[in-house]
């Protein structure tokens, strides 16, 4: 059973930063894409950033420069780092696993669509 766990998230001010992990288990990797998704009340969820099979990474518009994603490879956790957040900002982030031999790239790795698992959740909140 594919199990995602999400954990870092919290409050903080406007300017601060956070990092979220994600913990996977319960599957074999094989050429998965992973990636980061947020969801804002009465907000669509939307990517925020992905790492493709092959490790590189797409971030949103709205991220760029300020959130890293990263994965450690023997284990395959998943880290978004987040830099100079701001109120926008705020949402529950979600952790994804695409099925194996994932040949999505660029701007549709953002698509929540293109995943199959999918973590709890960690809420993130910045207050200005």
């Known amino acids: 059973q594919v199990q995602l766990a999400e954990s870092g998230g919290g409050s903080v001010q406007a300017g601060g930063s956070l990092r979220l992990s994600c913990v996977t288990s319960g599957f074999t990797y094989n050429s998965n894409c992973m990636g980061w998704f947020r969801q804002a009340p009465g907000k669509e969820r939307e990517g925020v950033a992905a790492i493709d099979a092959s490790g590189s990474g797409t971030y949103a518009d709205s991220v760029k420069g300020r959130f890293t994603v990263s994965e450690v490879n023997y284990n395959h956790t998943l880290y978004l780092q987040m830099n100079a957040l701001k109120a926008e900002d705020t949402a529950m982030y979600y952790c994804?696993?695409?099925?194996?031999?994932?040949?999505?790239?660029?701007?549709?790795?953002?698509?929540?669509?293109?995943?199959?698992?999918w973590g709890q959740g960690s809420q993130v909140t910045v207050s200005s």
């Open positions: 994804a696993v695409s099925a194996r031999f994932c040949h999505i790239r660029g701007v549709f790795l953002l698509d929540p669509r293109n995943f199959n698992y």
